[in-house]
């Protein structure tokens, strides 16, 4: 079992950047694959980016693809969004998922995510 907290959300001008950090517990870090999800106000939740186990394979949602950069240090149990060119529409509670993957493969699909953090708040102003 894997425990996460989000950290580094907050209030941030239309075109400003903002990094959030996932921080997992556990010795086993390197073997979830990993994920970012947000939920605007009134939307449901949706995919944003994963990670593979390894690092080596990531997945992004068009709309945050070649803006937002997700990354993980396995040593330090921890995985990150780089978010860059933030846009109102970024508005939203972002949630960072694991899985216990058999392959070194990322996903997009929430059903398979066992693990969820509590959340953390971003908001773009415009």
């Known amino acids: 079992q894997v425990q996460l907290v989000e950290s580094g959300g907050g209030l941030v001008q239309a075109g400003g950047s903002l990094r959030l950090s996932c921080a997992a517990s556990?010795?086993?870090?390197?073997?979830?694959?990993m994920g970012w999800f947000r939920q605007a106000p009134g939307k449901e939740r949706e995919f944003v980016a994963s990670?593979?186990?390894?690092?080596?394979?990531?997945y992004y949602a068009d709309s945050v693809k070649g803006r937002f950069t997700c990354s993980r240090d396995n040593a330090k149990n921890t995985m990150y969004l780089q978010m860059n060119s933030l846009k109102p529409e970024d508005t939203a509670v972002y949630y960072c998922a694991a899985d216990l993957a058999g392959t070194d493969s990322a996903y997009r699909r929430e059903l398979l995510y066992d693990y969820w953090g509590q959340g953390t708040q971003v908001t773009v102003s415009s």
């Open positions: 990670i593979s186990r390894s690092g080596a394979n990531r």
């Open positions: 556990g010795r086993t870090f390197s073997t979830y694959v």
